[in-house]
């Protein structure tokens, strides 16, 4: 590997997010430019990504002039394979590996003597779990998109092999890569930072009113998808107002079951135990309700992903309940931060909420631990990590 001595190098970073111009400003995701400000800041030299021009008015995408960001922004035709071309001024790429058509480039990087590192967040049992969700498709076009899932599962850990490192974001992806690249760091993403931890007052503030009996604050947040099991929060709603535990579910967040759950809450006489929020502001809006005004955090994640969901109620002084999917089954046993319930078993998760309900010094003790390890794990700590990681394999000793 080329060791860059003499002036810092320069760093590509290759995603999938999704991309476009408009009316000459850029239209980007902001969780990714919130990510590319924090790699411009801490990598020591010239830094610049490369999308593929995929413009969509998106969730949670906005218009950023140009000139406004501290990183060039090169957009190439999604149809079009990158090529040697596409990496030219640029001494270290970082490339999604989550992506089948970025997954050439370990081979192509290697042929022109850059240095490529991947990052990689879902596993293959997750693949063919968002395949079989996907309600607009047959069960034959399932079954031959299961196959492509494992052909290209061969192809990432063939180009995985190549690379100089991996960085997983979550236990997961590291557990199942590990055999196929020694260099592999294992983090933790999320947005929550220093200044948005939950405070001592707040959490103190929190466990005062959960002993004193009051009612039991839940709050989901995300994409209302059937492949983020949203389905299930009605449901669990009704049953717990049917064993008479008096709560609110805040929901926030949009998405195609948004028109179901709302009527699902009218039909089933919810109003007050139920409030559909909508979509709203990470650090404005989101993030002061839930460390103000919430207990435990509701996931129905069905999938292993990596969900940054979780690091980020729990930063907020949250307890978490969920599935017992394979990222929260890990976080859950790592962090004591909540509970993991059997897959897709809304009923258990209910009759548990209705149990802790009663036990209210086990949701506090939750609280507390959720907020001393994502304290561990904020954005700065996590960045600052995977930036060193790529420096210490590039520059030399």
Same mark, same amino acid.
């Given at each position: 590997?080329?060791?860059?001595?003499?002036?810092?190098?320069?760093?590509?970073?290759?995603?999938?997010?999704?991309?476009?111009?408009?009316?000459?400003?850029?239209?980007?995701?902001?969780?990714?430019?919130?990510?590319?400000?924090?790699?411009?800041?801490?990598?020591?030299?010239?830094?610049?990504?490369?999308?593929?021009?995929?413009?969509?008015?998106?969730?949670?995408?906005?218009?950023?002039?140009?000139?406004?960001?501290?990183?060039?922004?090169?957009?190439?035709?999604?149809?079009?394979?990158?090529?040697?071309?596409?990496?030219?001024?640029?001494?270290?790429?970082?490339?999604?590996?989550?992506?089948?058509?970025?997954?050439?480039?370990?081979?192509?990087?290697?042929?022109?003597?850059?240095?490529?590192?991947?990052?990689?967040?879902?596993?293959?049992?997750?693949?063919?779990?968002?395949?079989?969700?996907?309600?607009?498709?047959?069960?034959?076009?399932?079954?031959?998109?299961?196959?492509?899932?494992?052909?290209?599962?061969?192809?990432?850990?063939?180009?995985?092999?190549?690379?100089?490192?991996?960085?997983?974001?979550?236990?997961?992806?590291?557990?199942?890569?590990?055999?196929?690249?020694?260099?592999?760091?294992?983090?933790?993403?999320?947005?929550?930072?220093?200044?948005?931890?939950?405070?001592?007052?707040?959490?103190?503030?929190?466990?005062?009113?959960?002993?004193?009996?009051?009612?039991?604050?839940?709050?989901?947040?995300?994409?209302?998808?059937?492949?983020?099991?949203?389905?299930? %929060? +009605? &449901?669990? #709603?009704?049953?717990?107002? /049917?064993?008479? @535990?008096?709560?609110?579910?805040?929901?926030?967040?949009?998405? =195609?079951?948004?028109?179901?759950?709302?009527?699902?809450?009218?039909?089933?006489?919810?109003?007050?135990?139920?409030?559909?929020?909508?979509?709203?502001?990470?650090?404005?809006? %989101? +993030? &002061?309700? #839930?460390?103000?005004?919430? /207990?435990?955090? @509701?996931?129905?994640?069905?999938?292993?992903?990596?969900?940054? =969901?979780?690091?980020?109620?729990?930063?907020?002084?949250?307890?978490?309940?969920?599935?017992?999917?394979?990222?929260?089954?890990?976080?859950?046993?790592?962090?004591?931060?909540?509970?993991?319930?059997?897959?897709?078993?809304?009923?258990?998760?209910?009759?548990?909420?209705?149990?802790?309900?009663?036990?209210?010094?086990?949701?506090?003790?939750?609280?507390?631990?959720?907020?001393?390890?994502?304290?561990?794990?904020?954005?700065?700590?996590?960045?600052?990590?995977?930036?060193?990681?790529?420096?210490?394999?590039?520059?030399?000793?």
């Amino acid at each position: 590997m080329p060791a860059f001595a003499s002036s810092p190098p320069s760093l590509l970073v290759i995603s999938t997010a999704p991309a476009g111009m408009r009316d000459g400003k850029l239209v980007l995701d902001r969780k990714f430019v919130e990510g590319m400000r924090l790699y411009a800041e801490k990598w020591n030299g010239p830094v610049g990504c490369l999308l593929p021009d995929n413009f969509s008015d998106q969730l949670f995408t906005g218009t950023f002039d140009p000139a406004s960001i501290p990183f060039e922004v090169r957009l190439h035709p999604r149809t079009r394979r990158v090529t040697a071309t596409e990496l030219d001024g640029y001494d270290v790429v970082l490339c999604s590996g989550d992506s089948e058509q970025h997954l050439h480039l370990a081979e192509l990087c290697k042929r022109v003597g850059k240095p490529v590192f991947f990052t990689i967040e879902n596993i293959p049992e997750t693949r063919r779990q968002i395949v079989m969700l996907d309600r607009k498709k047959s069960l034959l076009k399932k079954m031959k998109s299961v196959a492509m899932v494992h052909y290209h599962e061969r192809r990432r850990r063939r180009a995985f092999a190549l690379a100089d490192g991996l960085q997983a974001n979550g236990y997961p992806a590291a557990r199942r890569y590990r055999a196929d690249n020694a260099n592999v760091l294992l983090y933790l993403d999320n947005r929550i930072d220093a200044g948005l931890l939950g405070t001592q007052a707040e959490m103190a503030a929190r466990r005062d009113r959960l002993m004193a009996g009051k009612p039991l604050r839940l709050i989901h947040s995300g994409r209302l998808e059937p492949l983020k099991g949203s389905q299930d %929060l +009605v &449901p669990i #709603a009704c049953r717990l107002r /049917d064993q008479g @535990v008096d709560f609110m579910l805040d929901i926030f967040g949009g998405g =195609s079951l948004e028109g179901d759950i709302r009527a699902e809450i009218s039909r089933c006489g919810l109003q007050n135990h139920v409030r559909l929020r909508g979509v709203a502001d990470f650090a404005t809006e %989101l +993030v &002061p309700h #839930a460390r103000k005004n919430s /207990d435990i955090f @509701v996931s129905c994640h069905r999938q292993s992903d990596p969900s940054c =969901s979780y690091l980020e109620n729990m930063g907020c002084g949250l307890a978490i309940i969920g599935y017992d999917n394979r990222m929260w089954d890990a976080l859950a046993r790592e962090s004591g931060a909540g509970w993991a319930l059997p897959l897709g078993h809304w009923r258990a998760l209910a009759d548990r909420l209705a149990s802790l309900d009663k036990d209210r010094l086990a949701i506090a003790k939750a609280a507390d631990n959720a907020r001393r390890f994502s304290g561990q794990h904020l954005l700065e700590r996590e960045f600052d990590m995977r930036v060193r990681f790529l420096k210490d394999a590039v520059t030399p000793c």
